[in-house]
C-alpha cells in the first residue's frame, strides 16, 4: 500500500515538473504579448485556427494560445492568472483533474484550455453543478472569449430545441452536468436528425467535478413516460402503514415474540414488516396469506410506504414545496430539480405527505453519469477536493488528480474534533462558540449535514437574538448572495453540506485582524470531501483562519459506525457525568477511520453500478447507433428493411419446419403467413403438404419485393416512402427498447437473489441481459415485418 501511495505520490511530483516546464514557456511570451495592441492580440486567434488547420496539433500553439488567454483576461477581466493557474491549466488540457484549493481562482484557471481547445472548431462544454453558476460563468468568462473571437453559449433546462441546437453550436458551451445528460438522451428518441441539439462530445471541464462525477454518480438520469394510475393502492398502502408500530427490541434477544409491527435495520437502511404486522396487514385488506402471488403489487406498495413513513426523513432526504415533493442531494444539501425517486417511492412518500400524487412513469431512455462523460473524446475537471476519490477517477475515468501547489502559503488552523454524549448538548456548545465569537465581530460559517439540523441551530439562534442567515435546500436560490457576504464583519451563516461551491469567500475589512473565518462543522458527514470542502471555505489566499468540528455520540455517523466504541472510550476518560466532553485527534482518527468505511462502500456500489450499467451501455450503443443510421438516411431505407424482413420470415419458417414433415407445425405456420405477411387468403391457398422449405420462402421473399414495389407506387414519391420506412422503424424499435430497458430494470432488482445459488449475480446480469436483448432484437424485426406487410397506404402522410 505504501509503495502504491509513494507511486501515486512520484506521478504527481513527476508530472507537475513536465506542467512547469510548459508553463515556464507561456510565461515567456508575457513581455512580448503585453506589447501588441488589442487589435494585434485578437488577431492571433485566427492564426492559430490556421496553423491547427495545416499540420500543428494543440500541444505545438498551448505556450502561444495560454499566453494570448491569459493576456486577453488581464485587458477584459482585470485578471492575471498566476504562475499556479497557468499550471492547473495545463493539466486541465492534458484530460487531468486539478485540485486547487478553495479561493484559488478556478474558473479563470479554466479560460486558457477552453481557449486553446475551442481552436480546434468542435466545440468546448463547460459544466457547473447549477444553472447559476453556468449563467455566471458564461456572462463573466464570455467576455474573454467573445473578444478573442470566439463563440459563447448557454444551454439551461427552459430553452426551445432551437435555442439549444445554437447554445451547442457555439465554440464554448456552458451547461450543467444533468442538462447534458438528458439532451443527449433525448436527441437519441428524435424522429428527424435536425432535430438533434448535440454535436459530437468533444472536450469537457467539469467544474466541482467530485460533486458531478463522484456523489452524483450513483443516480442515473431518466427520462420517463406516463404508465397506468394507481394512486387508490399508494393511499390505502399509506394509510395502513400509519397504523403500525416499530418494533425496537433486540435482535439477540432470547423470546420469539413480535414487541412491533415493523423493523428497521439502520445502518442497511432496510424495513420489513414483523409476523405480528403481516397479521395486522392480512385483517385490514381481507387476505389468507399476504405473500400470495396475486398479492405481490399489494406488497410491493406496503414495502414502499413503509420506506417512505419510517425510513424517508422529511428535510433530510426530501422536502416539500408548494405541493411538491422534492429529492435533497445528500451531498450539496441542494434540491435535485427534476429527479425523482424510482419503483414507486416518489408516489409513496407523496400519499405520506398528502399532496397530490403524480403518475407512475415508465423509463423511456437512461444513463449513468459514468457511461456519459466517458463518451467525451476528452475529459477534465476541477475542484478544492478530489485526492480522496483518486483510486475511483483514475479506475472509472482514467483521469488523474493533480494537486496544484496554493499560490500562497495556508495558515489556516484545523483544530481537533469536540465529542459532546448528545445532540443537545453539541448544539449548546456551537451556540456558545458562536456568541463568544459573534461578539468580537469574527465572521462564522457553520455547516451542518441536514436541513433539520439547520433550522435547528436557526431557532436556538433566535433565541439567543444572533443575526445569521440560514443556507439550505430551501433557498438555494440566493447562496451565491448569502456565500459572498459569509466573510463580512459579524456575519453568521449556516449551510447545509456547504452548498454554495462556486463562489469565494472573502474576508471583510478588518476581519484578517480577528482571526479571519471561523468554521464551525456541527457533525462529520460520511465523506471526508464533504468536510474537506467545509473547512476549505477558510484560509484562502493566505488569509487566516480555524476550523473546528463539534460531534455528539447521537450522529448519524456515530450511531451507524463505531458509536458504541466511542461511548466506551469516552466513560473511561470521563468519571464526571457533566464533563463527558472530549477534544483529542484520537476521536478524529476514529471518525476519520468510519468514514472511510462509508466511501469504501460508496464506492463499490458506484462501481457496482457501473458494472450494471456497462451491460446496457453496449446494448444502448448497438440501438442508438441503428437508430441513428435510420434518421439520418436521406434516400432509401431499402436496404435495411428488406434484408430484415427476410430474416424474420428465415427464422419464422425454421421454426415452424423443424424436423421432417410430419413434424411441422402448420397451423402455427399458417397463422403466421396469414397475419404478418400476406392476406389470409393466399395463406390459405399455399399447398403446406408439397412445399418444400426453400420454395416457402422463397415465395415469401417475392411477396415482399411486391409489397415494397405496391407501397412506392401508392405513394409516389420517394421522400414520402422513406418518411413511411422511417416512422414504422422508429415506432417499432422505441417501443421495445422501452419495454427493453423496463425489463432489464426488474431483472436488475432480482439478480441479487442468484447469489444464494452460488451465482455471481453480475455474470447472471450479463449472460440473461444478453439474451433479453438478443430477443427483444428478434422481436422488433418480427414487428417491423409485420407493420411494414400489413400497413395500408394513405396518401396524407406528412411530416
Request: glycine share 6%; proline share 2%.
Amino acid at each position: 500500500m505504501v509503495n502504491i501511495l509513494r507511486k501515486l505520490y512520484n506521478t504527481d511530483k513527476r508530472e507537475l515538473r513536465k506542467f512547469e516546464k510548459i508553463a515556464n514557456q507561456v510565461e515567456s511570451y508575457a513581455d512580448e504579448y503585453g506589447k501588441l495592441s488589442d487589435k494585434q492580440l485578437k488577431a492571433k486567434t485566427p492564426e492559430f485556427k490556421e496553423r491547427l488547420q495545416k499540420d500543428e496539433s494543440l500541444e505545438d500553439i498551448l505556450p502561444e494560445a495560454f499566453a494570448v488567454a491569459r493576456e486577453g483576461a488581464k485587458r477584459v477581466l482585470g485578471l492575471y492568472p498566476f504562475h499556479v493557474q497557468v499550471l492547473g491549466g495545463i493539466a486541465l488540457h492534458f484530460g487531468n483533474i486539478a485540485e486547487m484549493m478553495t479561493g484559488e481562482g478556478k474558473t479563470l484557471t479554466a479560460t486558457m484550455p477552453v481557449y486553446l481547445n475551442a481552436l480546434g472548431g468542435k466545440g468546448v462544454h463547460v459544466v457547473t453543478v447549477n444553472e447559476y453558476l453556468s449563467s455566471r460563468d458564461e456572462e463573466e468568462m464570455g467576455q474573454l472569449y467573445k473578444w478573442l473571437g470566439l463563440t459563447v453559449g448557454l444551454n439551461l433546462n427552459s430553452m426551445a430545441p432551437d435555442e439549444k441546437r445554437a447554445a451547442y453550436s457555439c465554440d464554448v458551451t456552458y451547461s450543467t452536468n444533468s442538462e447534458l445528460g438528458f439532451d443527449y438522451l433525448r436527441d437519441n428518441m428524435v424522429v428527424y436528425k435536425e432535430q438533434m441539439v448535440q454535436r459530437p462530445l468533444n472536450f469537457a471541464i467539469i467544474d466541482e467535478v467530485d460533486s458531478i462525477l463522484i456523489d452524483e454518480a450513483r443516480t442515473p438520469l431518466i427520462i420517463s413516460g406516463e404508465a397506468e394510475r394507481a394512486n387508490s393502492d399508494y393511499i390505502r398502502a399509506d394509510r395502513f402503514v400509519k397504523t403500525l408500530s416499530e418494533d425496537k427490541s433486540d435482535d439477540d434477544a432470547d423470546d420469539d415474540e413480535d414487541h412491533g409491527d415493523y423493523k428497521i435495520d439502520w445502518p442497511t437502511k432496510t424495513i420489513s414488516l414483523t409476523r405480528t404486522g403481516i397479521q395486522k396487514a392480512c385483517e385490514h385488506f381481507g387476505l389468507k396469506n399476504l405473500y400470495d402471488v396475486e398479492n405481490q403489487k399489494l406488497v410491493h406498495h406496503l414495502d414502499q410506504a413503509l420506506r417512505a413513513n419510517y425510513i424517508m426523513l422529511k428535510d433530510i432526504d426530501y422536502v416539500v414545496q408548494e405541493g411538491e415533493v422534492l429529492i435533497v442531494d445528500s451531498f450539496t444539501g441542494r434540491v435535485m430539480q427534476g429527479r425523482r425517486y424510482s419503483d414507486g417511492l416518489h408516489q409513496a412518500i407523496e400519499a405520506k405527505e398528502g399532496v397530490k400524487i403524480q403518475e407512475e412513469s415508465k423509463t423511456q431512455a437512461t444513463i449513468t453519469y459514468q457511461n456519459f462523460f466517458r463518451m467525451y473524446k476528452k475529459l477534465s475537471g476541477m475542484t478544492g477536493t478530489a485526492k480522496t476519490e483518486e483510486e475511483e477517477f483514475r479506475e472509472i475515468y482514467n483521469m488523474q488528480v493533480i494537486t496544484i501547489p496554493t499560490n500562497r502559503p495556508v495558515i489556516r488552523v484545523d483544530n481537533p474534533d469536540i465529542l459532546y454524549p448528545t445532540l443537545d448538548s453539541k448544539f449548546h456548545a456551537v451556540v456558545d462558540e458562536i456568541k463568544e465569537r459573534h461578539s468580537k465581530g469574527q465572521p462564522i460559517l457553520v455547516g451542518t449535514v441536514a436541513v433539520e439540523s439547520s433550522e435547528r441551530l436557526s431557532r436556538l439562534l433566535d433565541k439567543e437574538r444572533i443575526p445569521h442567515a440560514v443556507l439550505n435546500a430551501k433557498n438555494h436560490a440566493k447562496e451565491a448572495q448569502i456565500i459572498m457576504n459569509a466573510g463580512q464583519r459579524g456575519a453568521v451563516t449556516i449551510a447545509t453540506n456547504m452548498a454554495g461551491r462556486g463562489t469565494d469567500i472573502k474576508l471583510g475589512p478588518g476581519v484578517t485582524e480577528l482571526g479571519g473565518l471561523s468554521v464551525i462543522g456541527t457533525e462529520r458527514h460520511e465523506s471526508r470531501r464533504i468536510d474537506n470542502q467545509l473547512r476549505g471555505r477558510s484560509g484562502r489566499q493566505g488569509d487566516p483562519g480555524e476550523t473546528r468540528f463539534y460531534l455528539s455520540l447521537e450522529d448519524d455517523l456515530m450511531k451507524r459506525f463505531g458509536g458504541d466504541r466511542v461511548k466506551d472510550f469516552l466513560d473511561r476518560l470521563s468519571d464526571n457525568d457533566d464533563d463527558k466532553v472530549i477534544e483529542s485527534r484520537l476521536i478524529t482518527r476514529q471518525v476519520e477511520s468510519a468514514q472511510k468505511r462509508v466511501e469504501g462502500n460508496n464506492y463499490d456500489t458506484r462501481k457496482q453500478t457501473l458494472q450494471y450499467d456497462d451491460v446496457m451501455r453496449i446494448q444502448r450503443e448497438i440501438i442508438y447507433g441503428e437508430r441513428m443510421q435510420v434518421i439520418g438516411e436521406e434516400k432509401s431505407l431499402k436496404d435495411v428493411l428488406i434484408p430484415m424482413l427476410r430474416r424474420t420470415i428465415s427464422s419464422q419458417i425454421d421454426m415452424f419446419t423443424q424436423g421432417d414433415r410430419s413434424k411441422w407445425r402448420l397451423d402455427s405456420l399458417r397463422d403466421f403467413i396469414g397475419s404478418s405477411l400476406i392476406s389470409e387468403k393466399e395463406a390459405d391457398e399455399i399447398d403446406y403438404k408439397n412445399i418444400s422449405v426453400d420454395e416457402l420462402k422463397q415465395k415469401l421473399y417475392d411477396s415482399v419485393e411486391t409489397n415494397y414495389k405496391e407501397k412506392e407506387e401508392a405513394l409516389g414519391d420517394p421522400e414520402q416512402m422513406l418518411e413511411f420506412e422511417k416512422v414504422v422503424i422508429l415506432r417499432v424499435v422505441d417501443e421495445r427498447w422501452t419495454d427493453h430497458i423496463d425489463a432489464m430494470d426488474q431483472l436488475r432488482q432480482s439478480i441479487g437473489l442468484r447469489g444464494y445459488g452460488q451465482l455471481n449475480p453480475l455474470v447472471e446480469y450479463q449472460d440473461s441481459g444478453y439474451r433479453m436483448f438478443e430477443e427483444m432484437i428478434s422481436n422488433i424485426e418480427f414487428d417491423v415485418t409485420r407493420l411494414f406487410m400489413k400497413a395500408e397506404i394513405r396518401r396524407n402522410l406528412s411530416r
